[in-house]
């Protein structure tokens, strides 16, 4: 790609961040959150895992709380608190082990439990990709380049694909993707998605049997992503 393509592209990318509301960022970023230091011990409407169901939480206990609780469970029960020893109890004494987050990270991510959390997101999966925001076409060109990690760890898609002429110039071990969602449609995209290319793609550590490869935020900005790509291949 060259030189006055990239910086036009860059240019394009910046526009968007700009009209990106910030709530709909904080929604991004609190679910990778919940996918990445939350949902190895949580489910949110699921019932219990190794912790506690996170539906609702936010109704049960007050933000203060909740904050103190996050950013040291051990401290809360050294202290006495009621609702934390009995915690401490129900779940044989096992420790929540300390969260290193921000107070703008937690403020987020309660504020997504709040609003409907990982259910909401499976809602928003069964949209069709037409309907994609700016910032979620946005988001999954940051996944496809690696600029924005993965939740749940896996090699993003540039190392290994190319979109043609386009945008992003990637990899040539696998196939230039520059067609694909032309080709695969939505239902296609959204098996290959869950699958990973093969397995070098996969995180090195080994997923729950809560976890996918990608969350439904994740391949449903992909998809968007690709789709749009698609438009301009053509």
């Known amino acids: 790609m060259s030189r006055r393509r990239r910086r036009a592209v860059g240019l394009l990318c910046g526009v968007v961040l700009c009209l990106t509301r910030p709530s709909e960022i904080a929604a991004m970023d609190a679910a990778a959150t919940f996918a990445r230091k939350c949902s190895s011990c949580h489910t949110f409407g699921r019932g219990v895992l190794i912790g506690p169901d996170l539906k609702g939480v936010t109704d049960r206990r007050t933000r203060e709380w909740l904050a103190a609780w996050v950013a040291s469970s051990e401290r809360?029960?050294?202290?006495?608190?009621?609702?934390?020893?009995?915690?401490?109890?129900?779940?044989?004494?096992?420790?929540?082990?300390?969260?290193?987050?921000?107070?703008?990270?937690?403020?987020?991510?309660?504020?997504?439990?709040?609003?409907?959390?990982?259910?909401?997101?499976?809602?928003?999966?069964?949209?069709?990709?037409?309907?994609?925001?700016?910032?979620?076409?946005?988001?999954?060109r940051s996944l496809f380049e690696g600029r924005r990690e993965l939740?749940?760890?896996?090699?993003?898609?540039?190392?290994?694909?190319?979109?043609?002429?386009?945008?992003?110039?990637?990899?040539?071990?696998?196939?230039?993707?520059?067609?694909?969602?032309?080709?695969?449609?939505?239902?296609?995209?959204?098996?290959?998605l869950a699958s990973g290319c093969f397995?070098?793609?996969?995180?090195?550590?080994?997923?729950?049997?809560?976890?996918?490869?990608?969350?439904?935020?994740e391949s449903f900005a992909l998809k968007a992503f690709l789709r749009s790509e698609t438009k301009v291949a053509r």
Do not use: W
């Not at 020893?85 to 997504?112: C, G, I, N, W």
């Not at 809560?210 to 935020?217: A, D, F, G, K, S």
């Open 151 to 192: 939740a749940n760890g896996g090699t993003p898609c540039f190392t290994c694909h190319r979109l043609g002429d386009a945008s992003v110039a990637g990899g040539t071990l696998g196939p230039d993707l520059s067609s694909a969602y032309a080709h695969y449609q939505e239902k296609g995209m959204t098996t290959l």
């Open 199 to 217: 397995p070098r793609a996969r995180p090195r550590a080994r997923l729950t049997s809560t976890q996918t490869l990608l969350t439904e935020q």
């Open 76 to 140: 809360l029960i050294r202290a006495g608190d009621p609702a934390a020893t009995a915690l401490f109890d129900k779940f044989k004494q096992q420790r929540m082990p300390d969260q290193s987050l921000t107070p703008a990270e937690l403020s987020v991510l309660l504020d997504y439990l709040a609003a409907g959390g990982p259910e909401k997101d499976a809602r928003k999966a069964q949209r069709r990709v037409e309907t994609a925001t700016a910032a979620e076409i946005e988001m999954g």
